[in-house]
């Protein structure tokens, strides 16, 4: 299969600076590191009169400084075909088991790291494809009128699908709640008959998790048969065990009879809420979900008094392992919520369910249509090193970048997505990953495994204490690795010695510095200091990991490699200090354009081009067509930053002149007059205090009024006391001469003193 050839990249070089001669590069590896644009040399001879050559160049720059191209090491990150069967255009048939619906199948990438390669995936949804319907419904006391609807569901359900796919087979399943306290009723008389007592049914069967009733099958009749076998039961609590349900549904593929060619549709059919994980604690179960198969012999959820309800995570991932389409069949009350649960559960969709059921067959009808007409690509094992970057091209031709998935689609639309890949850095030498890219639903796949290109060719024929090292270092891709105490391009000084007469070998130019006094020169090499704050390498010394700039205190701000005094990005960041973001995502707006199609995507925020384009997206117009005599005439409103409204008309010339012209003087809002203002403020202080001055002298006459009244009743108090006190007698003068005659008058009256 061939490879998908790269373009070649340019050559990077800031203010004048090369990045590969800046980096600082000791081997072929580390050269490969620096940008996906630098090449090694790895000829013997290559630089060897003057130390200062590097090896770390761009390729085209090495060729033109006497390195012959078959040692230049230059790898570039590329794809090639595994296997790429032809798409297929109907699905049911003698050859229904080679349907293809996703091209090519299998791929396999090189990658350089920093190198950016791309492929392209195409889907389309075959026409008369198989499906697998499984109904699972709500069983509890609430849902008897709507069961009493789907007794014959099997055959009119059939004669519908029948219409879509010519292949169609249907199961049945039920579900109430854990037969545990508090979630149903568990005292010796409810357990063969929960409704014991229950005047408005009084005999339903005992409680019950998930139930397996009828395998999926052609046979419709036995759809009718096992659903008009069945009655209700009861549980405690409002919300039911359908999780559990779903699940089991979902795992135990041999049991339900999921074909792995046929489209799989769960029909969910309930009148309430479900119950979620953490629920089980209140009955004891502490034991999460282990997401596996538990039914019995009987077809029936054997662990259900055993572990807890299943996580919405759990369930999602279930359910998109087995390629399953869940459809919500919840009624008008419930809607909302499950609605909100399709946003967590990829493959999901949410309709209105009748009180009994009577639309459950045009509902499903709609879910699968819905379905039908959507494509959505999801990334499974996704490696962490890599960077993944989806553009979606629909059935209107037009490339949605951080788009991966189309809708309003036909069936036999194809559709394709452009994947953009790039790795972050090397893994451990021999390290093989890989991914896999699936439609959401579909059983088809594309398996894409990754291998990297960190290692050079040359590095196979490294020799230890190679004659070329003078013993003394390791020859590897044309240049030596001198042992400790030994330098030299060719391992030829010791560490200590001084040629004076050639310390302008250390100076990066006449007049400098020796070593960017950053260094010693010795053997006519610069040995770097070492730095508290960083590494200091280069030639000279003249760089350094730390110097660059910075954004909120973070160097490179998080997103990039300081190399030289200047920031190497990560893949999906640009600019000086790597804070601006190449995402679009934040650019699309509702109808799946950048910025509307009316500006351009600028570090995560729409920069509106067109006249009278405005908001987040560029979504907002202040400019209308059809308000001129000229249909090629828009009129427009803008605000000025004295807001003044300016309204004018905009067209463009034949010449491609754009014509502004203004329809009035600018409509400015007039600013209060500052004498009115101030005049204003103290006269509502002056008002205000007056207020406050009457509320004051208000409160105070009240309380003195009031102290008055009760000083009045007091004193009225004591006057009646002095007036009718029987034993209050007022006193009177003293005289001596009365004494002696009340003292005479009555010692005569008594005939003595006694």
């Known amino acids: 299969m061939s490879a998908t050839r790269p373009q070649p990249l340019a050559p990077v070089c800031r203010s004048g600076l090369n990045v590969c001669m800046s980096g600082s590069a000791t081997s072929c590896e580390e050269c490969l590191l620096i940008h996906p644009s630098c090449a090694w040399c790895a000829q013997e001879d290559f630089g060897q009169v003057r130390t200062l050559n590097s090896r770390c160049d761009f390729s085209q720059n090495l060729q033109k400084r006497g390195c012959d ?114 979630f149903s009723y568990t005292a010796p008389k409810y357990q063969d008959n929960p409704c014991n007592g229950y005047k408005l049914f009084s005999n339903c069967v005992p409680t019950f998790d998930f139930r397996h009733l009828l395998s999926l099958t052609d046979k419709v009749d036995r759809f009718n048969e096992e659903v008009q076998k069945q009655m209700v039961s009861r549980n405690r609590d409002a919300p039911e065990g359908g999780f559990d349900a779903i699940l089991q549904a979902a795992v135990c ?204 060719r040359c590095t196979y024929f490294t020799k230890t204490n190679s004659s070329r090292c003078n013993s003394a270092g390791t020859y590897s891709c044309g240049m030596c690795r001198c042992e400790p105490g030994h330098l030299g391009v060719r391992c030829e000084c010791e560490e200590g010695e001084v040629d004076h007469q050639h310390l302008s070998a250390c100076r990066e130019a006449e007049g400098k510095q020796v070593c960017s006094g950053r260094g010693e020169c010795s053997c006519n090499q610069c040995l770097c200091y070492e730095s508290e704050f960083g590494k200091i390498y280069g030639t000279f010394c003249e760089c350094d990991d730390f110097s660059c700039a910075r954004h909120k205190g973070i160097l490179c701000s998080g997103h990039g490699e300081c190399h030289c005094g200047e920031c190497k990005c990560h893949a999906g960041y640009i600019g000086d200090n790597c804070n601006c973001s190449t995402e679009t995502t934040s650019c699309v707006s509702d109808d799946g354009k950048i910025c509307s199609g009316r500006g351009s995507c600028v570090c995560g925020r729409c920069q509106c081009t067109e006249p009278g384009a405005f908001g987040d997206t560029c979504e907002g117009d202040q400019c209308e067509s059809g308000q001129t005599d000229d249909s090629n005439t828009v009129q427009c409103v803008y605000k000025t930053e004295n807001d003044c409204v300016m309204k004018f008309t905009y067209s463009e010339h034949a010449n491609g002149q754009s014509i502004l012209t203004a329809l009035k003087e600018p409509e400015c809002a007039v600013a209060p007059n500052a004498m009115t203002v101030l005049l204003a403020v103290v006269g509502s202080i002056l008002l205000m205090g007056i207020v406050l001055l009457a509320l004051w002298k208000l409160v105070i006459t009240i309380h003195d009024h009031r102290e008055f009244a009760r000083f009045q009743s007091a004193r009225s108090r004591a006057r009646y006391e002095m007036a009718s006190n029987p034993v209050y007698k007022q006193s009177i003068p003293f005289h001596p001469m009365e004494t002696d005659f009340h003292m005479h008058s009555i010692k005569s009256c008594n005939g003595g003193v006694h």
């Open 69 to 182: 191209a078959p040692f230049i090491e230059s790898p570039r990150s590329g794809s090639s075909l595994l296997r790429s069967k032809p798409l297929s255009s109907k699905g049911s048939g003698v050859t229904q088991y080679d349907v293809i619906q996703i091209y090519p199948q299998k791929i396999s990438l090189s990658l350089r790291p920093g190198d950016q390669t791309s492929f392209e995936v195409q889907v389309r949804p075959v026409e008369d494809y198989p499906v697998d319907l499984y109904y699972l419904m709500d069983l509890s006391l609430s849902m008897k009128d709507d069961l009493d609807t789907i007794r014959n569901l099997g055959t009119k359900l059939a004669e519908e699908m029948r219409k879509l796919t010519s292949n169609f087979r249907l199961g049945f399943g039920s579900f109430v709640d854990k037969n545990i306290s508090p």
């Open 253 to 456: 593929k041999e049991k339900i009879g999921w074909r792995k060619e046929a489209y799989h549709l769960l029909v969910f059919a309930t009148d309430d809420i479900p119950h979620l994980a953490l629920d089980g604690k209140l009955g004891g179960l502490v034991h999460p979900h282990d997401g596996q198969c538990h039914l019995n012999d009987k077809n029936e959820y054997s662990a259900a008094n055993k572990m807890d309800y299943p996580s919405l995570a759990l369930l999602g991932e279930k359910l998109a392992e087995n390629n399953i389409f869940l459809i919500f069949a919840v009624t008008k009350r419930h809607y909302v919520l499950y609605k909100n649960l399709t946003a967590l559960i990829p493959g999901t969709t949410v309709e209105i369910l009748d009180q009994d059921s009577k639309n459950i067959i045009q509902l499903i009808v709609n879910a699968y249509n819905n379905i039908r007409s959507k494509v959505e690509l999801s990334v499974w094992d996704h490696p962490e090193d890599l960077n993944l970057a989806l553009t979606a091209t629909c059935q209107d031709g037009q490339p949605l970048t951080g788009l991966r998935k189309c809708a309003d689609l036909k069936i036999g639309d194809t559709v394709s997505f452009n994947v953009t890949v790039d790795a972050r850095g090397c893994p451990p030498k021999g390290t093989r990953k890989s991914f896999t890219i699936r439609p959401v639903g579909f059983k088809d796949r594309l398996e894409v495994s990754v291998d990297y290109h960190c290692d050079c």
